[in-house]
Each structure stands twice: as structure tokens, then as C-alpha cells.
T-cell receptor, first 108, second 120 residues
């Protein structure tokens, strides 16, 4: 039931772009994205409720492909502050599952 | 500060002890959650309370017992835990879809700082 994220880990230099994918074997009702820094609680980034929906703020955006049962998070011109573990959260049926996580490290 | 507080922040307990974790939210939300985060494992949803009613328990062992006396407070009572229960326990809150909404998880969740639990 748990969505699978890819890649598991990525290292970027400041200014580079990254894409994190979240795929499910079940139909998704909604997709959340969170970022968790080491030793801290997860922090909400954005939520997508409809297939085809795209959202973004600052230089982080996401899309939701309902037919493919997947969502992607796009980070452009990465900053050091983007480092952390990114989780997608998906509503499947009447339950909620977080993805396997993607560790992102931005280096100078 | 997210508006969700948890106490204690760290807890060490023996397998025969009984302890409780406390969570309080100051955001006016009507849903609260308990999550377990183990090393190298994704966040696992343990319990959901919607309008003070438990709506999900995801087959959590009975040694974990939640209590939600009102929409602002959530407890997790622990007894006869096992070493494999050592983990970070996170509380979260959110608005929730109405009682007739098909989407229970339509709003962002705000997490507390967590309680790091060690069972010896």
C-alpha cells in the first residue's frame, strides 16, 4: 500500500534542479508533500487533490497524474536550505500512507 | 513552532513500565494523529481521531492505547512495550473533511516535535 519514492537519495550542487517521484499501486485520492530536516518534525510543502493539478511556490512545485497513480515534486535552482528528507503522503481508500522518503542533500 | 506541542521530548522506559505521551494543538483543528517513525522506515500512521472519534488504528498492537478527551488534546498510553517499539512518536493535527466528505485527508498536517522513546 505504501507509495514508493525515487530516487532514494540525491546529492545536488547549489543551483541544480531535482525531481522526486512518488508512485502508488493503488488509486490516489490526494497527494501531500512534506520535508523533514534531521532531528525535526516534517513540515508541509503542498497538497494536490485533483488529477492533473499542479502547484508551486517559490521554486518548488508538484504535479499529480491521477491516471498514472503518481506525483512528482520539482525543485529548481536548489538552495542549501532544501536539504532534508522529502516524503509524499497519499490518501488511498480511507487510509493515509507516507512514502519511502527521498534524502536530498544540497552542497555548495 | 507549528502550534503542536508534545511532552515529554525524550522518554526511556522499561518493558514493564506504564507511561503516557501527551500532545496538544493550538490551531483549532478537529483531527489529530499519532505516527511512529523508526530508523530507516517511513512514517507509519497509528491512529486518527476525527471530531474526537477514533477512525483508524491500522492494526496497532494493544499495548498502545490512544485517548482523545477533546479536540485539542491527544494521549498515547504505553504499557508492556517491546524494544522494537523504540522510535520517534509524532503527533499531528489538521483540519478534516466534513463527516460526509469522501476525502478524509484533504488538508495539510502540522506536526509536533515528537517524543523520542527508548524501551530497555
Amino acid at each position: 500500500q505504501q507509495p514508493v519514492q525515487s530516487p532514494q537519495a540525491v546529492i545536488l550542487r547549489e543551483g541544480e534542479d531535482a525531481v522526486i517521484n512518488c508512485s502508488s499501486s493503488k488509486a490516489l485520492y490526494s497527494v501531500h508533500w512534506y520535508r523533514q530536516k534531521h532531528g525535526e518534525a516534517p513540515v508541509f510543502l503542498m497538497i494536490l487533490l485533483k488529477g492533473g493539478e499542479q502547484k508551486g511556490h517559490d521554486k518548488i512545485s508538484a504535479s499529480f497524474n491521477e491516471k498514472k497513480q503518481q506525483s512528482s515534486l520539482y525543485l529548481t535552482a536548489s538552495q542549501l536550505s532544501y536539504s532534508g528528507t522529502y516524503f509524499c503522503g497519499t490518501e488511498i481508500g480511507n487510509q493515509f500512507y507516507f512514502g519511502t522518503g527521498t534524502s536530498l542533500t544540497v552542497i555548495p | 513552532e507549528t502550534g503542536v506541542t508534545q511532552t515529554p521530548r525524550h522518554l526511556v522506559m522499561g518493558m514493564t513500565n506504564k507511561k503516557s505521551l501527551k500532545c496538544e494543538q493550538h490551531l483549532g483543528h478537529n483531527a489529530m494523529y499519532w505516527y511512529k517513525q523508526s530508523a530507516k522506515k517511513p512514517l507509519e500512521l497509528m491512529f486518527v481521531y476525527n471530531f474526537k472519534e477514533q477512525t483508524e488504528n491500522n492494526s496497532v498492537p494493544s499495548r498502545f492505547s490512544p485517548e482523545c478527551p477533546n479536540s485539542s488534546h491527544l494521549f498515547l498510553h504505553l504499557h508492556t512495550l517491546q524494544p522494537e517499539d523504540s522510535a520517534l512518536y509524532l503527533c499531528a493535527s489538521s483540519r478534516l473533511g466534513g463527516r460526509d466528505s469522501p476525502f478524509l485527508f484533504s488538508y495539510e498536517q502540522y506536526f509536533g516535535p515528537g517524543t523520542r522513546l527508548t524501551v530497555t
